[in-house]
């Protein structure tokens, strides 16, 4: 793990065992409760106390090859960058953060597989602390983000160090306005224009890790697009595109607009994606592949190996 987090893992697991050991508790057990009133895919999920969110919840995963710059452990841990629903009423399905964070951490807690290898979650509101950030191996974000020269800094730090950044949709445009500095951590400064409908990716990067074995054109029934990014990093490799023009509140020529990008900064990875508006989105299979092999590329995994590692949605 990054800097000096094996100590601490010892010392708590050892501190575990102890208070487990005289205190009568069956940790054999602690995994189920941990993980009761979570579900993924379109099943209903329990209510979440604010002590579930910043619950860690870990489990054995199919065994994964990490970079060494990366991840020296053998758990993967993962941050979940979210923020309360913003975007219509509950029940929309719209920009629904918690519903998502709940989702997903389910899901990457329900491995098909087990190995030697772990992966940890861990959720973070609004901003993460110094210790989720010196902690997590990939942080994935999927709320607007209050940007500010503090946590620019930070995450560029995080990202000299090693960390991996996924930027999902909302995360993706900077309010109020795109800021350049900004696409130094995140690989786009923001958006213009947006469009809600149905989006057709183009993957033009086959044979790029994340998109290996992929269809070269993933269906979204019905989500948002964001154009054109201001500025999009020198360095980015665009995984995907949508082909826009005309947005709501204003137009662009027809084009292809980049909708998925990678790059790399210092010794970490940034991944960005535009579509997530619909949570029935991330239950589209071969979307949902593209997010889990971004998670898997940032965090030094191998991005297929780590997708196939977690079962299929119902």
């Not at 100590?7 to 054999?28: E, H, M, P, Q, R």
């Not at 993933?218 to 665009?238: F, M, R």
Request: with cysteine; glycine share 8%.
């Amino acid at each position: 793990m990054k800097r000096n987090c094996t100590f601490t893992f010892c010392v708590i697991s050892s501190l575990f065992v102890f208070i487990a050991v005289f205190s009568g508790v069956d940790t054999c057990r602690l995994s189920a409760q941990t993980t009761e009133g979570l579900s993924f895919g379109n099943q209903q999920l329990g209510e979440q106390s604010a002590d579930d969110r910043k619950r860690l919840l870990t489990t054995d995963t199919e065994s994964v090859v990490l970079k060494p710059k990366t991840n020296d452990s053998a758990t993967i841990h993962i941050l979940l960058l979210v923020d309360e629903k913003d975007h219509g009423p509950a029940g929309n399905g719209f920009h629904d953060y918690p519903l998502w964070q709940r989702r997903l951490a389910a899901l990457l807690n329900t491995p098909a597989d087990t190995d030697s290898k772990k992966v940890s979650v861990e959720i973070a509101w609004t901003w993460p602390s110094d210790e989720q950030l010196g902690n997590a191996d990939a942080i994935v974000a999927y709320c607007y983000i209050e940007w500010s020269e503090k946590r620019i800094a930070q995450l560029k730090r995080y990202l000299h160090d090693g960390g991996g950044l996924v930027f999902i949709h909302s995360a993706t445009w900077t309010k109020p306005g795109p800021v350049a500095a900004v696409a130094q951590v995140t690989g786009v400064g923001g958006f213009e224009l947006y469009r809600r409908g149905p989006v057709q990716m183009k993957l033009p990067e086959p044979q790029h890790p994340i998109c290996k074995g992929l269809p070269n054109t993933i269906e979204l029934a019905d989500d948002e697009t964001y154009w054109p990014p201001v500025p999009l990093s020198d360095d980015a490799v665009v995984l995907a595109t949508s082909r826009e023009g005309k947005g709501k509140h204003g137009s662009t020529p027809e084009a292809d607009q980049p909708i998925l990008w990678c790059c790399e900064k210092g010794n970490g990875r940034i991944v960005g994606c535009v579509p997530g508006h619909c949570i029935d989105t991330f239950d589209e299979p071969d979307f949902r592949s593209l997010m889990l092999r971004s998670i898997g590329w940032v965090a030094g995994a191998d991005p297929a190996r780590f997708a196939s590692s977690f079962p299929n949605p119902d």
